[in-house]
T-cell receptor
Framework: NAGVTQTPKFQVLKTGQSMTLQCAQD?????MSWYRQDPGMGLRLIHY???????DQGEVPNGYNVSRSTTEDFPLRLLSAAPSQTSVYFC?????????????FGPGTRLTVL | AQSVTQLDSHVSVSEGTPVLLRCNYS??????LFWYVQHPNKGLQLLLK??????LVKGINGFEAEFKKSETSFHLTKPSAHMSDAAEYFC????????????FGKGTMLLVSP
C-alpha cells in the first residue's frame, strides 16, 4: 500500500492564481480531511469528508473548495491564492466515518503564495 | 467547545532522562484524546489514543499518557529519552463537531541532547 499520497510536494503561486492540491489513499478509508500547518499554530482543519459525496467545513474553510467523487481521492482547490494561504498542507484519512479513528497523514505539500 | 492547551512550546531533556509533555483540554462531552508526533519534514504519526477505556494508555516507542478527568489533563511521559525522540508532539481532542473533527494543540518541540 502507498498509504496517503499528496502531490505536489512543493508549489509556488502568484497572488490570484488557482490550483488543486491532490490527495489520494489506497486503504479504502471512508474519512478524509485537509489541514493546514502554520508555525506555532498546530494543525487547523480546512474541510473533511465522511464518505464519497459528503463534505463539510472545518475551522478555516474560506478560500478553499473540496469535492469527494470517489473514496480514494479528496482534492483541495485554492480558488484565488492569497499570501495568507502560504502554509504546509496535510491530507489525512481514517477507516471509520469519524475522526476518532487513527489518522494516517500524507507527507504534506509546502505552498508559497507570492 | 473543545480546546487543547499544551503548556510548553519547547522541552529540553538529556538522553536517558525522563520526558514529560503537558496537555490540558476542555470539552463539553466525553472526548477521545490523542498524541501525535511529527519528525522534521514528515507527516504526523499516532503515538497513542484514549477512547474511554483504561485511563493509562500505552503507545509506541515507550510513551504513555494518563487521562485525568478531574484535572482535565492528558500528559505524555517516557521514562528515558532517546535521541530519536526529538520531534514535535501534538495533543489532540475530538470536536468541536462531536467525533467528526479533531482540534490540535499548538505543539511541543522536544529537544534531546547527548
Amino acid at each position: 500500500n502507498a498509504g496517503v499520497t499528496q502531490t505536489p510536494k512543493f508549489q509556488v503561486l502568484k497572488t490570484g492564481q488557482s490550483m488543486t492540491l491532490q490527495c489520494a489513499q489506497d486503504m479504502n478509508h471512508e474519512y478524509m480531511s485537509w489541514y493546514r500547518q502554520d508555525p506555532g499554530m498546530g494543525l487547523r482543519l480546512i474541510h473533511y469528508s465522511v464518505g464519497a459525496g459528503i463534505t463539510d467545513q472545518g475551522e478555516v474553510p474560506n478560500g478553499y473548495n473540496v469535492s469527494r467523487s470517489t473514496t480514494e481521492d479528496f482534492p483541495l482547490r485554492l480558488l484565488s491564492a492569497a499570501p495568507s494561504q502560504t502554509s504546509v498542507y496535510f491530507c489525512a484519512s481514517s477507516y471509520g466515518r469519524g475522526a476518532a479513528d487513527t489518522q494516517y497523514f500524507g507527507p504534506g505539500t509546502r505552498l508559497t503564495v507570492l | 467547545a473543545q480546546s487543547v492547551t499544551q503548556l510548553d512550546s519547547h522541552v529540553s531533556v538529556s538522553e536517558g532522562t525522563p520526558v514529560l509533555l503537558r496537555c490540558n483540554y476542555s470539552s463539553s462531552y466525553s472526548p477521545s484524546l490523542f498524541w501525535y508526533v511529527q519528525h522534521p519534514n514528515k507527516g504526523l504519526q499516532l503515538l497513542l489514543k484514549y477512547t474511554s477505556a483504561a485511563t493509562l494508555v500505552k503507545g509506541i516507542n515507550g510513551f504513555e499518557a494518563e487521562f485525568k478527568k478531574s484535572e482535565t489533563s492528558f500528559h505524555l511521559t517516557k521514562p528515558s529519552a532517546h535521541m530519536s525522540d526529538a520531534a514535535e508532539y501534538f495533543c489532540v481532542v475530538t470536536g468541536p463537531s462531536g467525533y467528526s473533527t479533531l482540534t490540535f494543540g499548538k505543539g511541543t518541540m522536544l529537544l534531546v541532547s547527548p
